[in-house]
């Protein structure tokens, strides 16, 4: 499922925008095209005032439409309208970046594009712009900061061992990455995205937080402790009336598709490392690439602090990487109430910055 807007005058500079978990793009079906053997995707041209279609991205994308940016917003495999594969391979970053050269290649986009990713978008725009540089013309990764590659002679990737060790903050990813997970998260999909709402502070109304308010904890992220409320408190979260007509309309979409999915992008992660060793991926990003990392500053999955200055400079050693810290920001900060218009108009102002500095250097590309 693809958003695509087009702003008045049909803008050369396209904005493309890859959500995370759990998140959804378009409401709308209208038109079948197949790319590969990877999902159906339909797509939707919609204008600035259908932002009810694009539910991941609607405050960016009204406000990148009115700067004159065409964006792009699809589904990303497991999720929405695409297919659900159960094959786990089907969901690596590789095949999935391929998936979205396609989708650009069928919008016949040859120019090089602005990448925007949040959560697992963001880890696939890293991946994205290491396979493909020669398509990317700027960079915004919103909380999760990069992470670099596999690489060649390095052994196989312990991922339960890494974050036992050393990402504990991660600790959540081992309940999604269990069996058991896979065979309880059917019965227990609402209770997962309530909790999920519930810790990074989205308001979920006067009745549910008078009920399990008591519930939120800044150390849902680390190992069972999400697995234990699940399992806890499923029962009674499961029958809960929900008024939000958006957390109705995404709670209804996993009803349909469930969540085996989405929760696939958890488990790829060796698949990805052997990809990203096969193919030689570079540590650092493009010399000349601009590059934007906004940090929430209660973010616990993924704090501002794990992006070092050692990491960093390993990276981005010509220090084409700007970062921003949302004080008070969440893992959700970007439809947040509270930090939606200010991490809207950064974006924004960010991208206008980087294409009049890049026509100013290039004056024929105007």
């Keep these: 499922l693809i958003s695509i807007t087009h702003p008045i005058g049909r803008s050369d500079d396209v904005v493309l925008l890859l959500h995370g978990f759990p998140d959804l793009q378009v409401t709308f079906l209208l038109l079948f095209v197949g790319f590969m053997d990877l999902s159906i995707l339909i797509m939707w041209d919609f204008s600035a005032d259908t932002t009810d279609r694009a539910y991941g991205w609607r405050y960016q994308i009204v406000d990148l439409v009115s700067r004159g940016y065409r964006t792009i917003a699809p589904d990303l495999l497991g999720y929405g309208g695409t297919s659900k594969p159960t094959d786990v391979k089907e969901y690596s970053q590789l095949k999935s970046c391929n998936a979205i050269l396609e989708i650009l290649d069928h919008e016949n986009i040859k120019q090089k594009v602005i990448v925007v990713g949040h959560d697992w978008g963001s880890a696939l725009t890293f991946r994205f712009v290491q396979y493909f540089p020669e398509r990317v013309k700027c960079w915004v990764t919103i909380c999760v900061p990069p992470s670099r590659?596999?690489?060649?002679?390095?052994?196989?990737?312990?991922?339960?061992?890494?974050?036992?060790?050393?990402?504990?903050?991660?600790?959540?990813?081992?309940?999604?990455?269990?069996?058991?997970?896979?065979?309880?998260?059917?019965?227990?999909?609402?209770?997962?995205?309530?909790?999920?709402?519930?810790?990074?502070g989205r308001d979920l109304g006067s009745p549910i937080l008078e009920q399990f308010g008591k519930l939120k904890n800044l150390k849902y992220v680390h190992e069972n402790f999400l697995k234990d409320q699940v399992r806890e408190f499923g029962n009674r979260l499961e029958?809960?009336?929900?008024?939000?007509?958006?957390?109705?309309?995404?709670?209804s979409e996993f009803d349909k598709g469930g969540l085996l999915g989405p929760l696939s992008w958890y488990k790829t992660r060796q698949i990805d490392h052997s990809d990203e060793q096969e193919a030689s991926l570079p540590i650092?990003?493009?010399?000349?690439?601009?590059?934007?990392h906004l940090g929430a500053s209660n973010d616990q999955a993924f704090p501002p602090s794990l992006f070092t200055q050692k990491s960093n400079t390993k990276m981005f050693p010509t220090a084409n990487l700007t970062s921003y810290i949302i004080h008070g920001g969440n893992h959700f900060m970007h439809q947040d109430p509270l930090y939606r218009d200010q991490v809207t108009q950064i974006i924004g102002n960010w991208i206008d910055s980087q294409l009049?500095?890049?026509?100013?250097a290039h004056p024929s590309h105007l």
């Design 149 to 200: 590659p596999g690489q060649r002679g390095e052994t196989p990737l312990d991922l339960e061992k890494l974050i036992r060790q050393h990402l504990p903050q991660l600790g959540y990813q081992l309940y999604f990455m269990s069996p058991e997970f896979s065979e309880e998260i059917n019965r227990y999909r609402k209770t997962l995205i309530l909790l999920l709402y519930l810790h990074t």
């Design 239 to 251: 029958k809960v009336e929900i008024k939000d007509p958006e957390i109705s309309y995404i709670l």
């Design 284 to 292: 650092t990003f493009p010399a000349e690439l601009p590059c934007l």
């Design 356 to 360: 009049k500095i890049s026509r100013s």
